[in-house]
């Protein structure tokens, strides 16, 4: 059985500000066993010191889901 690494992939994803301190994003992965979807949100306010970033990525095969969270400080 060849590995993984003999298929061709390719990586689709965008992002859409509904707000100037929100960020929606989505992407979408093809040629893998386990993953195929991500999801996402930014935000900060209105300084845009602080803010937030989050995203989401659902795998199969009993992989379970990835949440990652960070919290973004600017000088």
């Avoid at 195929?36 to 900060?44: E, Q, R």
């Amino acid at each position: 059985m060849a590995g993984d690494d003999d298929n061709v992939k390719w990586h689709f994803g965008g992002e859409y500000f509904p707000d100037p301190r929100l960020a929606l994003r989505a992407g979408l992965r093809f040629g893998y066993d386990t993953q195929w979807l991500a999801a996402g949100f930014g935000a900060s306010l209105p300084s845009g010191r602080f803010g937030v970033d989050s995203a989401f990525a659902p795998y199969t095969d009993d992989f379970g889901s990835t949440h990652r969270f960070r919290l973004v400080v600017r000088p």
